[in-house]
């Protein structure tokens, strides 16, 4: 599924510990087409705990952790756990489809679960309600959250974890009208002329926005630290690949802070990185990246030839509908 914003909405659950005393986890993974052969926990204050795959395919490990909040990863796709006392987690679930097919169970493993689930219906929400006018929008997101609140309730679940929940939640409708109203003003700028740019090229000198003009240009804005940016690199290699020789220019703008200019060079060198690089001036300040409201990454920008904006808020290099969207434009 695709990812919005509410990815990262419950980092703030996902990175608090409960409690000081480290407790005994039992945890195995079954996973199908995966994406890695490890997995990694990560917690506050420096925890992490790599899961490697046995000889039979399952992934396995015996640790202490304090109970609380936890991210898990494969590498490619992560998602919130929740880990408690003497647990014995067992997870299943299928990497193609990550959100969609995640399952826990054994012992202690009821708030997970309901973890898992929220993302799913915080991802619908998003996709459903955010196409809704301003009054229809604001009406759905308070019957959300009265769900939520009475699905917590309702639930067999640990108090420390109820009481983080209700936090997120009231995080997640504050962030859900903000993208609303963000989202809104993309849509506003469909068809008007983009705002310009004017910025250091990896290759030397510097790239204005009106140098590309006659092409489509997609925009690819990102930074080198930012991991969910990383792994889009890879379908953008591709798709700048499949459209080569053809009408539309691959633009990357790194929001990197000046002081990892230097990074920024050498991650573009060692990646082997193409189309055009190019390094913001005044990273999540640059004016361009202000007018069109950004705020998170990576976000991707299409603009017609024209310099006009055909979609301030484009679908990622992951996504097959780029590639529909790009061969009715180019085909």
Avoid at 19 to 39: M, P, V
Wanted: charged letters at 30%; glycine letters at 6%.
């Amino acid at each position: 599924m695709k990812k919005l914003f509410v990815t990262g909405l419950l980092i703030f659950s996902a990175l608090n510990v409960i409690g000081q005393a480290k407790n005994q986890i039992k945890f195995t993974a079954k996973i199908e087409n995966r994406n890695s052969d490890t997995l990694v926990i990560k917690g506050r204050n420096n925890f992490k705990q790599v899961i490697p795959i046995d000889k039979k395919g399952v992934f396995t490990a015996d640790f202490e952790a304090p109970k609380g909040f936890y991210v898990f990863s494969d590498g490619t796709e992560s998602s919130n756990i929740y880990l408690k006392p003497n647990s014995e987690v067992n997870l299943t679930m299928n990497a193609k489809e990550f959100d969609e097919t995640i399952v826990y169970k054994g012992k202690g493993v009821n708030e997970s679960n309901f973890l898992a689930q929220q993302t799913l219906k915080d991802e619908k929400f998003q996709k459903e309600a955010f196409t809704k006018e301003a009054a229809e929008f604001t009406s759905l997101l308070e019957t959300k959250k009265k769900t939520d609140f009475d699905s917590l309730e309702k639930g067999d679940f640990d108090p420390e974890f109820k009481t983080a929940l209700k936090g997120s939640f009231e995080n997640f409708n504050q962030y859900a009208s903000q993208e609303y109203e963000r989202a809104a003003n993309a849509k506003k700028m469909v068809g008007k002329a983009s705002p310009e740019f004017d910025y250091e090229n990896f290759k030397g000198g510097k790239t204005k926005l009106a140098d590309l003009k006659g092409k489509y240009i997609y925009i690819d804005l990102w930074a080198t630290w930012c991991a969910p940016c990383r792994a889009e690199i890879p379908y953008l290699q591709k798709i700048e690949e499949k459209y080569h020789g053809k009408n539309i220019e691959f633009v990357s703008i790194s929001i990197d802070k000046a002081k990892d200019n230097g990074k920024w060079k050498k991650f573009v060198t060692d990646k082997n990185l193409g189309g055009v690089q190019l390094f913001a001036d005044k990273d999540w300040e640059s004016e361009f990246v202000v007018n069109y409201g950004v705020t998170g990454i990576p976000r991707f920008i299409l603009i017609d030839p024209n310099g006009n904006v055909v979609n301030s808020d484009a679908d990622r290099p992951s996504s097959p509908d780029l590639q529909k969207q790009l061969d009715s434009l180019l085909n």
